[in-house]
């Protein structure tokens, strides 16, 4: 075959139908745009959710102390239940599957000052699990309580992103002293700006942390606000919360059918709630993305199909007056190549421009924060244009296979 | 005696709709002697068209002999069937076929590019053709923008591009008016002179009538009631 005479009637020929290739790269390329920005905020959007999701603390069980509404073994009911720093022990010890627990003592309206700022904020007691465990990430150079804090009952202070920026502004807080209640604190840690779609206490950013330890040494508490536990395993949530019942019934004696006793907030049940909801939006997203790929590719056949009657006589004429049959199918392929990379790679791209500025865009909202910013997946794209590239095969292609591969006369008298 | 350009024996046709077979051509014997302007009639459904595109190999027979140029057609791979068509004879339809998106200029380089002419003859060959047929000032206009006979014009400057020896029409004046049809005759007519061995279809008595030998044909077969007038 000769490469002149391929580019000589393909370049001829492409040009003459610059209306039907346009169209078509057109249909290609929208059908791409279309549903690879719409996937990328879904992404985006899964993401963020899924981020928020761990703000709170992942696979956590949060319990407070009730009182009891059974009379049990000659005790009256109307009794409090109170914890200690002794008995998150003490289920430390008795009940298995929990991987990291805590108590934690809160004190609101503390009095927080830096040089002349004052704040009145919420102050917590906790201990180094709560990195892992609520997800109090420190800042890069930056650091969390740690066991030390607690045995030396250490006057240093964790604080929430938003707490630092109140009290110190663009400044430096790591080593800089803070006054809670007039006792001098250091800042050893600011926390990484997380999303918290739920919380039991407040936002953990608007929170300072000090060492529970610390915490029962200057305020003189005894008592735990509450107790956060985690599971080593999600499924095991149900079977910790009963053996917290039967456990701390037997040491606070109070009937293990005694509902009110405790009161946990099982985190994990809500997150499942959250999962399936993530999931609803994948499936919406993915139905939407199908409906669309299917609209697309209707475009893309249909200006394929419609042209096939003139596409096979031009065929016909052409093998009449001489063409060789490969260079009818070469000039098809090229043509169904060059329409669906042009249409592919330009979709591709436009997407990729347009998410990128989406994402560049310097806007803070609380919206966006909830949204997430839109992410694009090549494989999508790559997908979509090759099921399109396909579908345009099917219908342009193939009629042009068929009409090269039978004799002259049938493709001329096709109608 | 002159050579035969065309030879045929037995030339069979059968086509099949679905389960229905029908046979076109039941066994035609055809002899073409170069140079001569032979006219092909018979009555609608007689398979001339099927004959002509057979003779033109823009169809295979499904029996019988055909040679051209003393070679057997039959057999041939569909690549030297389309270098036949490209240059050894050119094709004029009733329906001119021209591609609809090209103007008359490139109607008529399309075998040309199929004949891998060079850039600078191939402009050379297409003015010059479309000056032969009278269109040079038609160059530029699409399909649409030319009367039927304007149009069966580009058609026999694309079949004589490659100067073939042999031109095939199949009812060339079918779709014109009698004035522009007979400046379509007209040519042919000056084709044979300058020697081309032609083969023409035609309903018009006085069209078979300039022709040297009249071929007849009558349900697939030859008519050999006519056949020696
Ligand atoms: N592709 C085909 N499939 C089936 N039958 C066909 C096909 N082409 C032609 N025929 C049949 O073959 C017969 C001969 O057709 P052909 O076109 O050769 O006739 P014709 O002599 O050219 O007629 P006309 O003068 O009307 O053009 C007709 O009966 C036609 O119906
Ligand atoms: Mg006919």
Redesign the pocket.
């Known amino acids: 075959m000769n490469l002149t005479t391929i580019y000589n009637v393909f370049i001829r020929d492409f040009r003459k139908q610059k209306k039907r290739i346009t169209l078509t790269v057109i249909a290609l390329g929208w059908g791409t745009i279309s549903i690879m920005v719409m996937l990328a905020f879904g992404e985006g959007l899964h993401r963020q959710l899924m981020q928020n999701k761990r703000g709170l603390g992942e696979g956590i069980g949060i319990l407070w102390g009730g009182q009891t509404q059974i009379p049990y073994k000659g005790m009256g009911k109307g009794r409090p239940i109170r914890f200690t720093s002794e008995d998150v022990e003490f289920i430390e010890q008795r009940v298995p599957n929990i991987s990291l627990i805590s108590g934690e003592m809160h004190r609101w309206g503390a009095r927080v000052r830096y040089k002349d700022n004052v704040l009145s904020e919420h102050i917590t007691g906790i201990g180094p699990e709560f990195e892992h465990m609520r997800a109090h990430i420190p800042e890069r150079g930056s650091r969390m309580i740690n066991e030390l804090d607690m045995q030396l009952r250490r006057r240093v202070v964790f604080l929430g992103d938003e707490m630092k920026a109140n009290l110190f502004g663009e400044e430096d807080a790591v080593g800089k002293t803070v006054f809670i209640d007039e006792i001098p604190f250091t800042v050893v840690g600011v926390m990484k700006h997380k999303m918290q779609m739920s919380n039991y206490s407040g936002h953990d950013l608007s929170k300072g942390s000090i060492p529970l330890t610390t915490f029962e040494a200057i305020y003189g508490r005894r008592y735990l606000g509450n107790i956060v536990y985690q599971a080593h395993d999600l499924d095991r949530m149900a079977d910790i919360e009963k053996q917290l019942y039967s456990v701390l019934g037997a040491k606070f004696q109070f009937d293990p059918e005694d509902e009110s006793a405790l009161s946990i907030w099982d985190v994990v049940a809500g997150m499942k709630e959250m999962s399936n909801i993530l999931l609803g939006i994948q499936i919406f997203l993915g139905i939407i993305g199908g409906l669309t790929l299917i609209i697309a590719g209707v475009g893309v056949a249909n200006i394929m199909y419609v042209s096939i009657k003139e596409r096979t006589r031009e065929i016909g004429i052409k093998m009449a007056v001489g063409a060789r049959r490969g260079y009818i199918l070469v000039q098809f392929l090229l043509e169904a190549l060059i329409i669906t990379f042009g249409g592919g790679i330009g979709g591709i791209l436009i997407s990729y421009v347009l998410t990128e500025g989406f994402r560049r865009m310097p806007i803070e909202s609380d919206v966006l924060d909830f949204m997430g910013r839109p992410v694009l997946s090549p494989e999508i794209g790559v997908t979509v244009v090759i099921i399109l590239g396909a579908v345009g095969i099917v219908a342009g292609l193939f009629p042009a296979m068929r009409a090269a591969s039978v004799s002259p006369v049938?493709s001329l008298?096709y109608e | 005696m002159a050579h035969n350009v065309i030879y045929m024996k037995q030339v069979k046709k059968r086509?099949q709709?679905g389960q229905v077979f029908?046979d076109?051509l039941r066994g035609i014997d055809l002899r073409v002697e170069q140079g001569e302007l032979i006219a092909v009639v018979?009555?609608?459904?007689?398979?001339?068209?099927?004959?002509m595109n057979i003779m033109g190999c823009l169809d295979v027979p499904t029996g019988g002999v055909y040679k051209l140029d003393d070679k057997v057609v039959n057999t041939l791979t569909s690549n030297q069937l389309a270098d036949i068509r490209n240059k050894k004879i050119g094709f004029v339809f009733q329906a001119f076929n021209l591609l609809p998106y090209a103007t008359a200029y490139e109607n008529v380089e399309v075998p040309l590019l199929f004949a891998r002419v060079s850039g600078k003859k191939r402009r050379e060959r297409v003015h010059e053709l479309l000056a032969r047929v009278g269109l040079a000032d038609k160059m530029a206009n699409k399909p649409t923008e030319m009367s039927g006979g304007e149009m069966q014009r580009v058609a026999i400057a694309r079949a004589l591009a490659n100067e073939p020896d042999i031109i095939l029409a199949d009812?060339p004046t079918g779709n014109l008016d009698s004035k522009s049809g007979g400046a379509i005759v007209k040519l042919f007519e000056e084709l044979h002179d300058s020697g081309k061995t032609i083969v023409m279809?035609t309903?018009d008595k006085s069209i078979a009538e300039r022709a040297q030998r009249v071929v007849r044909?009558k349900d697939?077969l030859n008519d050999t009631n006519g056949d020696l007038s």
């Open positions: 049938e008298r | 086509y709709t029908f076109a018979g009555p609608s459904g007689s398979g001339k068209s099927t004959l009812e279809i309903h044909l697939g």
